[in-house]
């Protein structure tokens, strides 16, 4: 029953869209519509070619009714469980006339609906362009002649009020660019109608937009199309006012099309952030009222448009993200855009094609890592991947030294959230995280994934030991005071939480030799760091692991080096 339902809802889009279309060519002797031939509008002609034969006006009109009348029909009956399969479906939609062999193509791949509507909105765009160019009881050669009584063209005459009167329509307007050019014949338009002559004329004779523009305008076009946070459209609007601003006090020449694309995207940008800001805050107070103590303060949070523009509220902000890929397998080697799951999401996607995204393949492997912050268990989801279309059926695998691996389970259907608390512990830390593609047939050739994030979160900072200490000792060196400072500006943005100061060492020495001297560093630091972070917001606890807990194996001189260190974890209360 969706099935049949969802292929009506899209037969009658592409059906209105089709319509459209033909009600443009049986207008096309006017021109007389607003004109939007701007870079802007054009983004249907990048439309994807149909990959089969379109159905006709008539044929999906007849299609539409005929389901209609089944679906009247099941819903006076009182059938509720009015099922239809494949092959009746099929069959309808052979008796509607319609290509059996095209509609069999329609209701198996998922992603048909939207090349029939891409197909029906490039034939319209076709259509309007292929507009006689008449103005309604005015053509475009009489615009131009200079054959009236006062040698002044009707298109010299627009102009002329234009610039001293602006490019308004009004009766009066019309009456005077009719004397200037001793005819009748604009003063017999409606002021609609006027318009849009008028506005046709000022943008053929105005100041072309520079390359520089071009350019500007379609980067703006990009941005305002993809903004994946709160934060992005907020500085995207902020930078659209103040290109507003410096143009309208003369600091900014532009073009009069690059004026009209930037009055236009402010007004696109200003509608999504108020939206996003919106849905932000709804976000943030579900979140906070699940985990009221994981909440490090306004200044970090951010919340991020997630798998059907879905709000994603992440309370370490940029910090929750993938910061390293660990290991990557692809069917095929198409490994080169692997690095595109790190950081924030950052996809721009367009009819035909996405970039900023890395697709895991049939049977993949994919292992990342987090190294400025660590995956813990909260209320709610845990982990978040943003993630283009449906997510193919795939193993996910946490670990915390990326040796010992906990197995989450499948997840697919565009599942973009995952709780791993029936599987881990309270407290315990994560910082790694593997994928693994299941072989399984879907509808979708692949997962896509932009970016991947933890929701629960902890910040993680790793310092040196060599510059904080000397060999074998626990007294911080001046270098290592001075690099304590520089952490400390990174912790006091979170406001508030749970100091973790650990201390690890090689395996050179007895091991409980190490143990106390890793305890000893790590409390040398933690009051080094109390003492510049003088907040009540924080509690702190020290730890000293030893050797117990090596990031490499103690086989070389430079390995030792890496294992010998203090780690600092922030987490919440």
């Not at 209701?107 to 609906?113: A, E, G, M, Q, T």
């Not at 002044?152 to 001293?164: D, F, M, N, R």
């Amino acid at each position: 029953m969706k099935k049949l339902s969802l292929l009506l809802l899209g037969v009658f889009v592409i059906y209105s869209c089709g319509n459209k279309s033909s009600d443009s060519k049986n207008s096309s002797t006017i021109d007389s519509t607003p004109s939007h031939t701007s870079t802007e509008s054009k983004t249907s002609e990048n439309a994807i070619d149909n990959p089969f034969k379109v159905a006709t006006n008539s044929e999906l009109n007849d299609l539409f009714n005929m389901g209609k009348g089944m679906l009247e029909a099941s819903e006076k009956n009182g059938d509720a469980d009015f099922q239809l399969d494949t092959e009746t479906i099929l069959d309808m939609l052979e008796e509607s006339g319609v290509s059996r062999e095209s509609m069999e193509k329609l209701i198996n791949n998922p992603d048909s609906l939207k090349v029939l509507a891409q197909q029906a909105m490039k034939a319209r765009q076709e259509a309007k362009e292929d507009m006689p160019v008449i103005k309604e009881k005015i053509t475009k050669e009489q615009l131009a002649s200079k054959k009236t009584p006062t040698g002044v063209s009707l298109e010299e005459a627009i102009l002329i009020v234009q610039t001293e009167s602006g490019p308004e329509a009004t009766m009066a307007k019309l009456k005077t660019i009719d004397s200037l050019a001793g005819t009748n014949m604009m003063s017999q338009l409606d002021l609609t109608e006027a318009g849009y002559v008028m506005g046709d004329v000022e943008r053929k004779n105005e100041i072309s937009a520079s390359a520089e523009e071009e350019q500007k305008m379609k980067e703006l076009q990009d941005k305002s199309r993809q903004m994946h946070s709160e934060k992005e459209s907020g500085e995207l609007l902020a930078e659209l006012e103040a290109t507003e601003k410096a143009i309208a006090s003369g600091k900014l020449k532009a073009s009069p099309r690059y004026e009209r694309a930037i009055t236009y995207r402010k007004k696109a940008v200003t509608h999504f952030h108020k939206n996003i800001v919106r849905k932000s805050e709804v976000a943030k107070r579900k979140f906070k009222a699940l985990n009221p103590d994981l909440f490090y303060g306004d200044e970090v949070g951010v919340s991020y448009v997630g798998n059907l523009n879905k709000t994603v509220y992440l309370p370490l902000g940029p910090l929750s993200f993938a910061d390293e890929v660990v290991q990557v397998n692809h069917p095929q080697l198409l490994t080169q855009e692997v690095n595109n799951v790190l950081g924030e999401p950052d996809v721009i996607e367009t009819f035909d094609d996405a970039t900023g995204i890395y697709s895991l393949g049939l049977g993949g492997t994919l292992t990342i890592r987090f190294t400025d912050n660590a995956l813990v268990d909260v209320n709610g989801p845990d982990l978040y991947l943003f993630e283009i279309g449906q997510l193919e059926p795939t193993d996910l695998e946490i670990s915390k030294d990326g040796k010992s691996w906990i197995k989450i389970g499948k997840i697919d259907g565009g599942v973009a959230e995952v709780d791993i608390s029936s599987f881990v512990k309270p407290n315990e830390l994560f910082y790694y995280v593997r994928f693994k593609d299941l072989k399984e047939k879907s509808g979708v050739p692949g997962a896509d994934v932009d970016a991947i994030a933890a929701i629960g979160s902890a910040m993680r900072l790793n310092l040196d030991s060599q510059v904080l200490f000397d060999s074998g000792k626990s007294e911080l060196k001046p270098e290592g005071i001075n690099a304590l400072k520089e952490l400390v500006r990174n912790i006091t943005v979170l406001k508030k939480g749970k100091v973790i100061v650990e201390g690890h060492t090689d395996d050179v020495g007895s091991e409980s030799t190490n143990k106390a001297l890793s305890l000893a560093r790590a409390q040398s630091v933690s009051k080094a760091l109390r003492q510049l972070i003088p907040s009540t917001q924080f509690k702190w606890q020290e730890k000293g692991y030893g050797e117990s807990k090596p990031i490499v194996e103690n086989d070389s001189d430079e390995h030792r080096s890496k294992n010998r260190r203090v780690e600092i974890l922030v987490v919440p209360n």
